[in-house]
């Protein structure tokens, strides 16, 4: 009898630990053939509606129009912030990226009226500036390709602009 529970349980044991060799071996490479690199320079696939993301790690901190995200093992695109504009407007922000690896990594402005795409953060690029609302819906999405750091963004959410960040209980 004890020999058959032995038997059973090294059975068992060997196929935990073949179950878990696979799931690390898909984990680890079955993002980047779930995604394409070259996609992340497509305005179609940027623009389209929905979101189609991977991370390996995430955490976030957020606030009164800023937010911190710390990723890892990030494909695909991801909506940050959904901007919806009463009138014409310009929003200043702010975006720094720091210990940033990525053979991708892009913050961009999907103009909700037209799909137009404007480059927020791409290859370095930090800094201020201000983006130009019209009335409408605009999301702010991050688009990237076997990426890890740390994105830090901050919006001074002018009146008549309403700022919903994917991280908060209004999403």
Not at 54 to 81: A, C, E, H, P
Not at 124 to 129: N, R
Request: charged share 20%.
């Amino acid at each position: 009898m004890k020999h058959v529970r032995k038997g059973s349980l090294a059975i068992f044991l060997l196929g935990c630990v073949m179950v878990l060799g696979l799931s690390c071996t898909l984990g680890l490479n079955g993002c980047g053939k779930r995604f394409s690199r070259e996609w992340c320079d497509d305005p179609y696939w940027i623009s389209q509606v929905g979101d189609s993301y991977s991370y390996g790690l995430r955490n976030s901190t957020t606030g009164d129009g800023f937010m911190m995200i710390d990723f890892k093992g990030f494909y695909g695109r991801d909506t940050v912030w959904e901007l919806i504009s009463d009138c014409t407007v310009r929003v200043p922000y702010e975006v720094f990226v720091s210990n940033l690896h990525a053979e991708v990594f892009r913050v961009v402005l999907i103009h909700g009226e037209t799909g137009e795409i404007e480059t927020l953060y791409r290859d370095g690029t930090v800094g201020s500036a201000s983006i130009s609302l019209t009335p409408g819906k605009h999301t702010v999405r991050i688009i990237g390709y076997g990426a890890r750091g740390r994105l830090y963004m901050k919006l001074t959410i002018p009146q008549g602009v309403t700022a919903v960040d994917r991280f908060s209980d209004r999403w």
